[in-house]
């Protein structure tokens, strides 16, 4: 089945050690997005790739970085997690952007920050 | 800028009741509008979506929604609910010239069995 798969599905830093999680996809999407999940709240976009072009969200923190190698890859760098940071993050996939194509979600990773 | 407001934080219904889930929007035109439905520690799941057309929209699960302008809302609704609905429900709408999802604050369903 065409998916989108993250991982690891849960993490574990130290405060201030850099993280990597990664997303991958089979549906051969345009468009991946990276958005962070604090408990009990919205899913809030951080950034957002159409192909190669990135996009960043003015109220996305430094600390958070991405890179899209490949169409099926892209990976979300934490440069020096605190403990504000610890939440699900999601990637999600669509066809275009636009507003009228569906997003398909990964199951997410849950970052802890020691 | 287009926004969605959830005014229900917690619903709490029985199995077999019947379900609706308020959602509103604040847009000038047609927004497109969404319904995803997240289970406990996975990521979301497409209900349905409207974007013109049929005021009433049918999406997977047996949910369905209703757009009305002149209530600006786009509640969900569903006949008879399940155990395995209890989830937290989220709508959302395209915002930032489109190329984003801006997602309500949510509504986390309760079923008591």
């Known amino acids: 089945d065409a998916m989108v798969i993250q991982n690891p599905r849960y993490q574990v830093t130290q405060f201030g050690k850099p993280v990597t999680l990664s997303c991958s996809q089979t549906?051969?999407?345009?468009?991946m997005y990276w958005y962070q999940q604090k408990s009990s709240q919205a899913p809030k976009l951080l950034f957002h790739?159409?192909?190669?072009?990135?996009?960043n969200e003015a109220d996305t923190p430094d600390n958070f970085q991405s890179r899209r190698p490949n169409t099926s890859f892209c990976f979300l760098d934490i440069r020096s997690p605190g403990l504000g940071d610890a939440a699900m993050y999601l990637c999600?996939?669509?066809?275009?952007?636009?507003?009228?194509?569906?997003?398909?979600f990964g199951p997410g990773t849950r970052l802890t920050v020691l | 800028a287009q926004s969605v407001t959830q005014p229900d934080i917690h619903i709490t219904v029985s199995e077999g009741a019947s379900l609706e889930l308020r959602c509103n929007y604040s847009y000038g035109a047609t927004p497109y509008l969404f319904w995803y439905v997240q289970s406990p520690g996975q990521g979301l799941q497409l209900l349905l979506k409207?974007?013109?057309?049929?005021?009433l929209v049918q999406g997977i699960k047996g949910f369905e929604a209703e757009f009305k302008r002149s209530q600006s809302s786009f509640n969900l609704r569903k006949p008879s609910v399940h155990w395995s609905d209890a989830a937290e429900y989220f709508c959302?709408?395209?915002?930032?010239?489109?190329?984003?999802?801006?997602f309500g604050t949510g509504t986390q369903l309760k079923v008591e069995l």
């Open positions: 959302a709408v395209p915002t930032g010239g489109g190329n984003k999802l801006t």
């Open positions: 790739y159409y192909d190669k072009d990135f996009n």
């Open positions: 549906l051969n999407h345009n468009v």
């Open positions: 409207y974007f013109s057309g049929d005021t």
């Open positions: 999600a996939t669509s066809r275009a952007s636009g507003g009228a194509d569906e997003q398909f």
